[in-house]
């Protein structure tokens, strides 16, 4: 309770020169959705999952069901706004046979290098320090419904298996947002653009609520929806939960499934998210009406109650 205290005091004492970096790891697991902050310079973070998908569409070529393994890799440098990353699958799916008994193929299924930068933070009024009035206090801040910015730009590399190349390189872009409604709940917004160049390129969103339970729960509702040519629009629903093991360690599930189709759709994940935190500050006192913005899965779990 004594360290809690003082990560707390130091948190809100002290603005950091760099807001990117923060105390906690700021995963992007168990959602789908990303934020527009990176993790800070010289640190090193790997986010790895197993993940099983199924369903029953008759409309599918392939595919009734996936097993596999992904791991996305970030690293911080040189700019504190700027995050490169890499993300990459590895998956066996049974592929439907009309002519015959179903087969399996593996392999790698992604390989993508991209880079997000935060054009914009957002910025609120630090109330928990206001003890003359208790409706200022509890008070909702308007401010608090401009979103941080983000953008996000990648490569969709062909370097795959034999069975999973595509025609060639495609790119993808996003926008990314976030807002900090309280010191608990933070909403993530993601508009994609992907398969860019390719012959049929795929738009989607995804918004997902996370809201810190604890120091050490969290949990997200997420939908995701999904827009591309020749095909009926997708739409998911997924929740999940994280628990935070120790400032560089969460681990986590999740579970989602399609909503408005006429077939079944289940996809389960499990994971883990580590990092190597070789970050230095340097800390500036902070104006007291100001809050360093944080931004993780738990990073908003030592702000006011």
Do not use: C
């Not at 979103?147 to 069975?163: A, I």
């Not at 104006?287 to 944080?294: D, F, G, L, R, V």
Request: without cysteine; glycine residues 6%; neutral net charge.
């Amino acid at each position: 309770m004594k360290r809690i205290l003082l990560i707390f005091f130091i948190l809100t004492s002290f603005q950091q020169i760099t807001a990117q970096y923060t105390e906690i790891i700021n995963s992007k697991r168990p959602g789908f959705s990303e934020s527009p902050y990176s993790v800070g310079n010289d640190v090193y973070q790997f986010e790895a999952g197993l993940f099983y998908k199924s369903s029953n569409n008759e409309s599918l070529i392939a595919y009734p069901y996936t097993l596999g393994g992904e791991l996305f890799f970030r690293v911080g440098k040189f700019i504190e706004r700027l995050e490169v990353n890499l993300n990459v699958a590895y998956q066996t799916d049974e592929v439907k046979n009309p002519f015959g008994e179903n087969y399996n193929i593996s392999g790698i299924s992604d390989l993508r290098f991209g880079a997000k930068y935060l054009i914009y933070q957002q910025e609120f009024t630090d109330k928990s320090k206001e003890i003359r009035s208790w409706k200022k206090r509890t008070s909702f801040d308007k401010k608090r419904l401009i979103p941080s910015v983000g953008v996000y730009g990648g490569v969709n590399t062909n370097f795959l298996s034999e069975n999973y190349k595509a025609e060639g390189i495609s790119f993808k872009g996003a926008v990314l947002l976030q807002n900090d409604f309280s010191d608990r709940l933070v909403v993530l917004t993601n508009l994609i653009v992907d398969d860019i160049a390719s012959e049929s390129m795929l738009y989607s969103y995804i918004v997902t609520m996370t809201y810190a339970i604890n120091q050490n729960w969290s949990f997200f509702i997420e939908n995701v929806g999904k827009y591309e040519t020749g095909f009926s629009p997708e739409y998911q629903l997924g929740t999940g939960v994280a628990y935070l093991i120790s400032p560089n360690l969460q681990v986590d599930a999740s579970i989602r499934t399609n909503i408005f189709d006429n077939y079944s759709y289940l996809f389960a994940s499990t994971g883990l998210s580590w990092r190597l935190d070789r970050h230095q500050d340097t800390l500036v006192e902070s104006q007291s009406n100001q809050s360093s913005t944080k931004k993780g899965f738990f990073s908003k779990l030592f702000g006011k109650n």
